[in-house]
């Protein structure tokens, strides 16, 4: 800690670490480095929440929720951690999902009576058959989202419950999605244990909590701030400036620069002009393709880092008069004739979200690209769209709603297509070789489709890399197996082995080994390309 700065040092206040972006990862690091003493400065463009698309966000008193975020995680110190900022604030909420296709309900995890008697006894045969398919002569040369998923579930299952939602969400066709995405997301999911396990809870053999299986989804409650997960977040800045530091709203990235000495000089665009912040450390929550674009002068790497793309999302918020619609969390919606990808219910996340007990809020969620039709439409435009699409859902009807809200969200996720890998890796290798104090963080920072608890531990191994003056931890490493954090018991995960202490290296249970030092990943590189 010997290039620690006093907090308030006047002339051009240097500040130890500079932070772009106050989602959960840059207020985790800014969190955890406030509580250790270091000065820091956060910037956040958005001029009222921070929590990024885990922000909550208010509307003549009803509560928003950007996408739905359960409070769950395999990692000790991550729970430990959200305690620790919220401590008396969270509840315990029933998990319900299910799936709309073809105007009925299909639970989740699968009930294998109601999924026969849904599908019908032919269409229910077809798809075992195309199952055993798919088991018996798998594709060897997987490449796309479809080969990975026709070979994990059979082409039938794969048309009814993955494309037509699939490609809703990312606006391309399966066939061009990268395997990478169906592994990180549906790995662990066995159709065969799925199955067992609904006809065993159809009969009423197994009762036991659904989280005992290695699926992605089954738990049966999880955690949640009652006015949702913008509390969490709104309670980390609290926190930030408590300790003496700055979160400053309404301030965007415009350029990083680093000087002869190696502090860098960040730039931030306001309403009313332009600040300066100067900082030895800087992490970086901000998109890739923007980050490169940012740093002076342009990296190396700028060709790749333009050539990643996001998808984009918007939520309509409409509140209806009438008693909760549907108790479900969300349900998706596996149906061509709307574009509607998902519902939420926002009460079922917290009866708190919804202060009017006579009103039920809902969310449309749509997955659209910035300045595309959807995303250009206007807030009326879209109220009108969300209220003729739940009529053809049946599940409201238009005269019954009594108001409406959009939020829009740039950039909600990453795309993997065939050469985002390629792309993150060349900028990720020109960045870190030329700028050891710059730290790539978080869903965006890294193109990785992190949940928040996933960007958290990046923030928090980052905190530990600025402390011990290397990159002693390889963030990149969180998340890398794909397991999904919602299968399994919360805080599963608290010690390591011996000689690397209890700590950090869980690195979420999505990695299973000890999170890989920077000099192993080097030598692991060395050998590979001499191979």
């Given at each position: ?68 975020h359960r409070f769950f995680s395999k990692s000790q110190e991550v729970v430990d951690l959200w ?449």
């Amino acid at each position: 800690m010997d290039f620690m700065t006093k907090q308030g040092t006047p002339e051009n206040n240097p500040v130890d670490v500079a932070i772009i972006g106050a989602g959960p990862a840059g207020l985790t690091a800014a969190y955890l480095l406030s509580k250790k003493g270091y000065s820091v400065k956060v910037i956040e463009k958005d001029l009222k929440y921070v929590g990024g698309i885990s922000r909550t966000v208010e509307h003549e008193g009803f509560r928003f929720d950007i996408g739905g975020h359960r409070f769950f995680s395999k990692s000790q110190e991550v729970v430990d951690l959200w305690n620790e900022i919220l401590p008396d604030d969270f509840i315990q909420r029933p998990r319900m999902s299910r799936i709309y296709y073809e105007g009925k309900f299909y639970s989740y995890p699968l009930r294998a009576f109601e999924a026969l008697w849904n599908l019908g006894i032919w269409r229910s045969t077809l798809c075992m058959v195309s199952y055993a398919k798919a088991k018996v002569f798998p594709n060897k040369n997987v490449k796309s989202f479809e080969d990975w998923t026709v070979n994990q579930f059979g082409y039938k299952l794969y048309s009814i419950f993955f494309k037509t939602y699939t490609e809703k969400v990312w606006g391309m066709p399966c066939d061009e999605m990268s395997a990478d995405w169906a592994a990180q997301r549906i790995k662990g999911l066995s159709l065969w244990s799925a199955v067992i396990d609904g006809l065993k809870r159809s009969l009423g053999l197994n009762k036991k909590p659904n989280d005992g299986m290695e699926t992605k989804t089954l738990l049966e409650t999880f955690r949640y701030p009652r006015l949702g997960p913008g509390m969490m977040w709104d309670a980390a800045k609290a926190h930030v400036e408590a300790k003496g530091n700055d979160v400053l709203m309404g301030h965007s990235l415009k350029q990083l620069a680093q000087d002869a000495e190696g502090n860098w000089r960040v730039s931030a665009s306001t309403d009313e002009g332009e600040t300066i912040i100067t900082a030895k450390h800087v992490i970086s929550s901000a998109p890739m393709r923007e980050l490169a674009t940012r740093i002076h002068p342009l990296p190396q790497s700028l060709p790749e880092a333009q050539d990643l793309n996001y998808r984009d999302f918007l939520t309509v918020a409409i509140m209806v008069k009438s008693e909760d619609l549907f108790p479900d969390n969300w349900i998706y919606i596996h149906d061509d004739r709307v574009q509607v990808g998902r519902v939420q219910n926002f009460r079922s996340w917290s009866p708190e979200m919804v202060p009017d007990e006579n009103i039920a809020c809902v969310g449309l969620e749509y997955f659209c690209f910035e300045n595309d039709g959807l995303w250009s439409s206007s807030d009326e435009e879209l109220v009108e769209l969300a209220k003729k699409e739940m009529a053809i859902l049946n599940l409201c009807k238009p005269e019954d709603v009594v108001g409406g809200a959009v939020v829009r969200q740039e950039k909600a996720y990453p795309v993997y297509d065939d050469s985002y890998e390629s792309n993150v890796e060349t900028m990720r290798d020109d960045l870190e070789s030329r700028f050891p104090t710059l730290h790539m963080v978080g869903r965006n920072g890294m193109h990785r489709y992190n949940n928040q608890d996933h960007a958290m531990m990046t923030a928090m191994l980052t905190v530990e890399n600025i402390e011990a003056g290397t990159r002693k931890w390889n963030v990149w490493n969180v998340n890398e197996d794909a397991e999904y954090h919602e299968a399994g018991a919360e805080g599963a995960e608290t010690i390591i082995a011996e000689e690397i202490s209890e700590d950090r290296a869980v690195a979420l249970q999505s990695t299973r080994d000890v999170p890989t030092r920077i000099e192993d990943v080097a030598e692991d590189k060395t050998a590979k390309r001499a191979a």
